[in-house]
């Protein structure tokens, strides 16, 4: 059973009183796109949303996932930029957006993933799904089983690029995951999606993200565009230390993506802002009782740091509760869960963290067991 405690957690604590005034949130933005949403990086809460778990083919926005799934890889170890890639006659052959790389010949892994994240290149793409899975098929099995890992769950892939095929869709709300991990996972490969133009075999192509030249801000994402999903955007931007991931999916031209983007961030920053309230290892209840150990008592702790997206002036208005273990017992290990922080904002959980044993505590002896026992047994009789 657990037992609820308020919180009084020092200089951070979140104090809620009927005198303060509401915050109060303008209405969301309406775009003229299919579905959209805007979360917060750091916190992965929803702002804003439409339609957001609609599946939509996402056309080029796939090589999110195919660089994802390749970032992946090089971090195991796996692959490095300096790789040579054989390009094969398929990917050499392949239509709309191109690096232009020659059959035959071989090329860096480095090279193909800006040809890719930056020239949107499928003979890129679908060299290094080759490369690194021996087919485009199998490429897109493993894209599949990174997209259940992410909880992508209303995704599926065909091919590596985004060519239209019968039952290739993901979502907005996946996207945003998608584009979460690559920004979290490996900041290094998200660099890439900030540069504004690749020339390769002696062909310059800028970026298509137009908001790369609108919005300093803006350091990514990926665009896509095909007759059947339109033209969609999924755009990042960091300010003041706040970063936001909007994904806007069927719009009507290049130019309305980047309006309806900038909409959603915009309105993203003026109303929200997100802040790290706690830090990890942070003491938030001091000198709990521990039975039958060594000590007597033990604190708890943060396992992780704590951030938060909340209403701009609305840190009031935060509420913040303790759920301990209503009996501690030894042996306890450090790191051991031993409770939650639970922050609220009118009912809307926005942090659910572990507390942990702050060190560990062996069990004590016999006869200081039977006598904490003894206690117990007294106390109950209470």
Known sequence: MLRVLSALLISMCFIVTSAQAQTLIPAAPQLAAKSWILIDANTGRVLVEENA????????????????????????GKFTHADKVPISVTAWKMGGSKMFVREGTEVLLGDLLKGIIIQSGNDATVALAEHLAGSESAFADVMNQQAVLLGMNSSYFVNATGWPAEGHVTTARDLSLLAQAIILEHPEHYALYSEKYYEYNGIKQPNRNRLLWRDKSVDGMKTGHTEEAGYCLVASAERNGMRLI????????????????????TYGFRYYETDKVFSAGDVLQADNRVWFGEEDSVDLVLADDVFLTFPRGARAQLESNIHVDATLEAPLTQQQELGRLVVTYKGEVLADKKLVASQPIAEAGFFSRLWDRLVQFVMSLL
Do not use: F, I, N
């Not at 996402?58 to 195919?66: C, E, G, R, Y």
């Open 53 to 76: 778990d609609l599946p939509l083919p996402p056309a080029s926005l796939t090589k999110m996932m195919s660089t994802y799934v390749v970032a992946g890889e090089m971090a195991s």
């Open 246 to 265: 909007s994904v806007v999916m069927g719009t009507r031209s290049e130019e309305a993506r980047a309006q309806e983007s900038q909409k959603l961030l």
